[in-house]
C-alpha cells in the first residue's frame, strides 16, 4: 500500500469511528406509545413520569410537593398490579445527615420469594430543582420496566424501589439496608441515577469481585457504554449513589447514570423541557435487559476478583478476568523485544523513540493548558460553558499536532521503524503499570500493545500497522476524549489533549514519513487550533440554557442579619451594599467558608432552640439535646466543638461507620444536620467533662420578600440557584 493512499485510509478510518461514537452515544430513537407491549417505550416511561411529577415542581424531602409525588407513584405502580408498601422510618448516614424516610416498595403479588433482585431509583429531588432527570427519569424508567415485565416470570422476583431522601444524604438506602428483613431477602441491585439531563446510559459502576457480573453485562447490554475504568476511577472518587449504600451492605450490583449538559443538573433547567427521550429509551433498554438477564441466574454467586470489561463502539463488550492483565502486559512487553530483535531495529532509535512519545504526552499537556487558559480568557471561570465545542476539538487537535511534529522532528534520527517500537514499548510499560494500580484501565494499553507487537512480528507494512494500531486505540481511547468534559468540565481538557497524543502515537511515526504531509497538515491543524480558540473567545460562556450558578442567603444570626452570597455580579451588587471581598463566614468548616456580604433588614424571624433533656458527668459527659426549629423549618442542624468527642446518636439511631473519607470541618468540630424534621433528639458522649461550644441553625428554602431585588438581579444576569438553592436560616451561638 502506498503512503499516500494508507495515510487518506487512516484519517478515513479515525474519522468513521469518531463520526460512529458520536452517533451512537447519542442514543437510541425512542420508542412510540404504541411500542410492543414486552419492549421499553421512552414515551410511555415520560408520560408516567409527567403524571407522576406533575409539572416542574421541586420535592425535597420533607415538603408537601414530596409527599404527594410519593403517593402518586405507590397509586401508579397498584395501577399496575404491584403490591405497595411504604417503608417509613428514620435514618443517618455517615456524616451524621438524617432525614424521616419514606421509601415506595412494589412487589409482584403473593411473590414473597428470597434473594430479589431490586430494581431502584429515588422520588425526591434537590430543593433548587424539579429534578425531572435526576432522578423522574430513573423513577420513570422502573415504572415502564415494571409495567414490560408485569406477567413474565423469572428465577428471582423482581422489586422495586424508589427511594427517599437520596439527595439528602443516600438515606433512602441507608433505611432499607437498616430493615434486616428486607436486607436479608434481597441478592443484588440495579441502580438508575443521573448527573446531567442527557447522553447515554453509562454502567459505571458494579460492586466488587465482579468478574461474574461483568460476564452477564457483555452477554446483555444491547447498547453498552461502559468499562472497567469507570469502576476504578469511581471507587477512588468521593462520589456516592444508592448503590454505594448497597455495595456497603454486601449486595451485588450495577449502576447506570448519564451526565450529558451537567449545567442543568441540581438547577431548575432539570424540567420536561430539558429531558432528552433519547436518554430515557437508552436506559429502559439498558434496564430492562439487565434486569431479564439478572432475575433468571443466581444472584448469590460471587467471584475470585474482578473483571477488566470495556465496549467497542457501542456495539459489544469484551471483557476477561483481571488477573490476566498482567501476564498479557508482559507477554506484549516480551514480544516487542523479539520482534525488535529480529528486524534489527537500533536500540539508540528506540530509545528516541521512547523519548518522543514522553515527549509527546508531555508537551501535549502543556500546550493544552496554554490553548485551555486562552480559550478559556471569556469564561469568566465557568467549569462548563454554553458552546464547548470548540474547547473541545481545540484539545483534540492539540493533542493530534503535538505527537505529529514530534514525531516529524525526531523521524531523522529514528526512523519509523525506531519511532514505533518505541512508543509500542511505552504502551506495553503503560500496561504493566496499569494492570498493577489501576488494573479497570489496563485494556487501555493492553490492546494497544498487543496490536503493535503482532503487527511487528507479522512484519506488516508500516502503513498498514499504523492503521491497524490507529485504529483499534481510537475505538479504545476516543469515548473518554468525548465524555471527559462532561464528567469534570473544562479544567480536564489538557488531559483530553494528552490522551489524544497518546492514541496519536500509533500512527504519527507513519505520517511523519509522508514527505508530502509533513508541513501542510501541521498548517492545517494549527490553523484549525486557531479558529477553534478564536470561536471559544466569540461565544458566549452564558446563556439561558447554560447560566451561571448562584445561591443567595438571608441569615439572621442574632448580632445582625445579612445577605450573602458565594459569587458577586455587577447586577447583584446594585441590589446592596456586599463587601468588595469575600469574608470569612463560619469557623467550622475547612477550608474556611468565605462570601460576599451585605447588611439585611431584620425581619424577627424566631430561631431554632436547643433544650438540654439530659446531662450526665460521670466518666466524661453524655449528654442529650431536643433542638427546634421555632417555625416549622424543614432543615435543622447542630454544630459544635468538642475535642474529646467519642459518639452520638440522632434520635435513637447510630450513624453507620464513615468508610470514604469526607472532609469539610475543622478539628474538633462536629455537626448533626437534619432534613424534612422541625426537631430532633441528639445524644452526644464525649470522653471528658469538657464544656461544648455549639450552634444551631435552621433553614428554609427561599429567600424571604425581603430579597425579591437581590432574586431579580440574581436571575436578570443570566444566574439560577443550584443544589440547596436559595436559604433563609437562623443561627445561634451557645455554650453548653
Not at 412487589?107 to 432522578?135: E, F, Q
Request: aromatic fraction near 8%.
Amino acid at each position: 500500500m502506498k503512503r499516500g493512499g494508507a495515510s487518506a485510509l487512516l484519517f478515513a478510518l479515525l474519522a468513521a469511528i469518531a463520526g460512529t461514537l458520536f452517533v451512537r452515544m447519542s442514543g437510541p430513537t425512542p420508542l412510540p406509545e404504541n411500542a410492543p407491549a414486552t419492549s421499553f417505550s421512552a414515551t410511555r416511561a415520560l408520560r408516567f413520569e409527567r403524571d407522576l411529577l406533575g409539572g416542574d415542581v421541586p420535592h425535597p424531602a420533607g415538603s408537601a410537593a414530596h409527599d404527594a409525588v410519593r403517593d402518586r407513584l405507590a397509586a401508579q405502580f397498584r395501577a399496575l398490579g404491584y403490591d405497595v408498601t411504604i417503608q417509613h422510618s428514620f435514618a443517618c448516614s455517615a456524616w451524621v445527615t438524617c432525614s424521616p424516610i419514606a421509601n415506595v416498595i412494589a412487589r409482584t403479588p403473593g411473590d414473597a420469594r428470597p434473594n430479589a433482585l431490586v430494581l431502584a431509583a429515588h422520588y425526591d429531588s434537590v430543593p433548587a430543582g424539579p429534578g425531572v432527570s435526576d432522578d423522574g427519569v430513573g423513577v420513570a424508567t422502573l415504572l415502564e420496566t415494571a409495567r414490560a415485565l408485569r406477567n413474565e416470570q423469572f428465577r428471582n422476583p423482581i422489586v422495586y424501589l424508589v427511594t427517599d431522601a437520596e439527595e439528602v444524604a443516600l438515606l433512602g438506602a441507608e433505611g432499607f439496608v437498616a430493615d434486616a428483613g428486607l436486607l436479608r431477602n434481597t441478592a443484588a441491585v440495579i441502580n438508575v441515577e443521573a448527573r446531567g439531563t442527557s447522553g447515554p446510559s453509562f454502567l459505571f459502576e458494579t460492586s466488587r469481585h465482579n468478574a461474574w457480573l461483568a460476564r452477564v453485562i457483555a452477554h446483555a447490554l444491547p447498547r453498552p457504554a461502559t468499562s472497567s475504568l469507570y469502576y476504578d476511577i469511581y471507587e477512588l472518587l468521593p462520589n456516592d449513589t444508592d448503590l454505594t449504600v448497597f455495595k456497603r451492605a454486601g449486595l451485588a450490583g450495577i449502576g447506570f447514570a448519564h451526565i450529558g449538559r451537567p449545567v442543568h443538573y441540581h438547577t431548575p433547567l432539570d424540567n420536561f423541557a430539558n429531558v432528552t427521550p433519547s436518554t430515557v429509551q437508552h436506559h429502559g433498554d439498558h434496564v430492562l435487559a439487565m434486569a431479564r438477564a439478572l432475575a433468571g441466574i443466581d444472584l448469590r454467586q460471587t467471584s475470585s476478583g474482578n473483571a477488566v470489561w470495556f465496549d467497542v463502539l457501542s456495539l459489544f463488550v469484551i471483557w476477561w478476568p483481571q488477573q490476566f492483565s498482567l501476564a498479557v502486559a508482559i507477554i506484549a512487553f516480551v514480544l516487542l523485544l523479539v520482534a525488535a530483535f529480529n528486524l534489527r531495529t537500533r536500540p539508540r532509535s528506540i530509545t528516541i523513540g521512547v523519548a518522543g512519545f514522553f515527549l509527546s504526552l508531555i508537551a501535549a499537556f502543556l500546550v493544552g493548558l496554554g490553548v485551555n487558559w486562552l480559550a478559556g480568557l471569556c469564561a469568566h471561570g465557568a467549569v462548563w460553558v454554553a458552546h464547548p465545542g470548540p474547547m473541545i476539538a481545540a484539545a483534540w487537535m492539540v493533542g493530534l499536532l503535538i505527537s505529529i511534529i514530534v514525531a516529524q522532528r525526531l523521524s531523522a534520527y529514528a526512523g519509523v521503524s525506531g519511532l514505533f517500537f518505541g512508543q509500542a514499548l511505552c504502551w506495553s510499560a503503560i500496561a504493566i503499570a496499569l494492570a498493577i494500580v489501576l488494573p479497570g484501565g489496563s485494556y487501555l494499553a493492553i490492546v494497544p500493545a498487543m496490536a503493535c507487537a503482532i503487527c511487528a512480528l507479522l512484519r506488516l507494512h508500516e502503513g498498514t500497522a499504523a492503521i491497524v494500531c490507529a485504529s483499534i486505540t481510537a475505538i479504545l481511547v476516543f469515548p473518554f476524549g468525548f465524555a471527559l468534559y462532561d464528567a469534570l468540565g473544562r479544567p480536564i481538557l489538557p488531559v483530553v489533549a494528552v490522551l489524544i497524543a497518546l492514541a496519536a502515537t500509533t500512527f504519527a511515526p507513519f505520517l511523519a514519513a509522508v514527505a508530502a504531509l509533513r508541513r501542510p497538515l501541521v498548517a492545517s491543524i494549527a490553523a484549525a487550533i486557531v479558529a477553534c480558540v478564536a470561536m471559544a473567545l466569540i461565544v458566549p460562556a452564558y446563556e439561558t440554557n447554560s447560566p451561571r450558578h448562584i445561591n443567595i442567603e438571608y441569615v439572621d444570626d442574632g448580632v445582625g442579619p445579612r445577605w450573602q452570597t458565594d459569587v458577586m455580579l455587577p447586577e447583584i451588587a446594585k441590589s446592596a451594599h456586599f463587601t468588595e471581598v469575600p469574608q470569612k463566614t463560619y469557623e467550622w468548616t475547612v477550608p474556611p467558608s468565605r462570601a460576599y456580604l451585605a447588611a439585611a433588614p431584620e425581619l424577627a424571624i424566631p430561631p431554632a432552640e436547643a433544650q438540654v433533656v439530659r446531662d450526665v458527668r460521670q466518666n466524661g459527659r453524655h449528654l442529650t439535646l431536643r433542638i427546634r426549629s421555632n417555625r416549622n423549618a424543614p432543615r435543622i442542624a447542630l454544630i459544635f466543638h468538642a475535642p474529646s468527642f467519642a459518639a452520638l446518636r440522632v434520635n435513637g439511631i447510630t450513624p453507620p461507620p464513615m468508610t470514604r473519607f469526607r472532609g469539610g470541618l475543622a478539628p474538633g468540630w462536629h455537626r448533626v444536620a437534619v432534613r424534612g424534621a422541625t426537631e430532633a433528639t441528639i445524644e452526644i458522649d464525649l470522653t471528658r467533662d469538657e464544656p461544648i461550644e455549639a450552634v444551631i441553625i435552621d433553614g428554609s428554602y427561599g429567600l424571604p420578600s425581603a430579597g425579591a431585588a437581590l432574586a431579580h438581579a440574581r436571575d436578570a444576569s443570566m444566574a439560577l440557584p443550584v443544589q440547596e438553592g436559595d436559604l433563609t436560616n437562623t443561627l445561634r451561638r451557645m455554650k453548653l
